[in-house]
T-cell receptor, first 113, second 115 residues
Framework: AAGVIQSPRHLIKEKRETATLKCYPI?????VYWYQQGPGQDPQFLIS???????DKGSIPDRFSAQQFSDYHSELNMSSLELGDSALYFC????????????FGPGTRLTVL | AQSVAQPEDQVNVAEGNPLTVKCTYS??????LFWYVQYPNRGLQFLLK??????LVKGSYGFEAEFNKSQTSFHLKKPSALVSDSALYFC?????????????FGAGTRLAVHP
């Protein structure tokens, strides 16, 4: 079965650089979530999209932005990177409806040097 | 505010023995609860969920969870642990926000199954 695809899997950036993370949801999933998991931490919700519109916003810094495109893939854009942005970034997708479980991608490991 | 608590950082169990990973929740309204497992350098894999109905929920890989409303708990269980079950386990609750189901995770419990 198709799973959530994230690219790149690993990314190394310098401070103050920008990064773009991509997420391709499971086919027919219309909702995408982004989570950030710091070392030894639980995943923290950043932002979500439903039908290409932002549906909710969590603890996402103003330096970050995201969008969902017409093919339902999503991109997380991160600017002015800081050392503290080093983390595992997960994308999850599901069909709309409060009961549906989210399916997570393998994550993008971002290291900021 | 909705939250979940996993009181144990780590659970150690011998292979073949039953295991329990604890989770308690705090929600307003009906709880929608989930368990996920994370292997090293991997994404989170869905194990099971409780929405309504039977208090005992069966999930993947032989895991099950018992929903207890009076104790506000949703403990993950398995009758016989395998070494391959060793991983990080997260309990999560759906957080209502405009009708969209972002997940609020517990801190995670590391399960170590010893041969």
């Amino acid at each position: 079965a198709a799973g959530v695809i994230q690219s790149p899997r690993h990314l190394i950036k310098e401070k103050r650089e920008t990064a773009t993370l991509k997420c391709y949801p499971i086919p027919r999933h219309d909702t995408v979530y982004w989570y950030q998991q710091g070392p030894g931490q639980d995943p923290q919700f950043l932002i979500s999209f439903y039908e290409k519109m932002q549906s909710d916003k969590g603890s996402i810094p103003d330096r970050f932005s995201a969008q969902q495109f017409s093919d339902y893939h999503s991109e997380l854009n991160m600017s002015s990177l800081e050392l503290g942005d080093s983390a595992l970034y997960f994308c999850a997708s599901c069909t709309s409806g409060g009961y549906n479980e989210q399916f997570f991608g393998p994550g993008t490991r971002l290291t900021v040097l | 505010a909705q939250s979940v608590a996993q009181p144990e950082d780590q659970v150690n169990v011998a292979e073949g023995n039953p295991l329990t990973v604890k989770c308690t929740y705090s929600v307003s309204g009906n709880p929608y609860l989930f368990w996920y497992v994370q292997y090293p350098n991997r994404g989170l894999q869905f194990l099971l969920k409780y929405i309504t109905g039977d208090n005992l929920v069966k999930g993947s890989y032989g895991f099950e969870a018992e929903f207890n409303k009076s104790q506000t708990s949703f403990h993950l269980k398995k009758p016989s642990a395998l070494v391959s079950d060793s991983a990080l386990y997260f309990c999560a609750v759906r957080a209502l926000s405009g009708g969209y189901n972002k997940l609020i995770f517990g801190a995670g419990t590391r399960l170590a199954v010893h041969p």
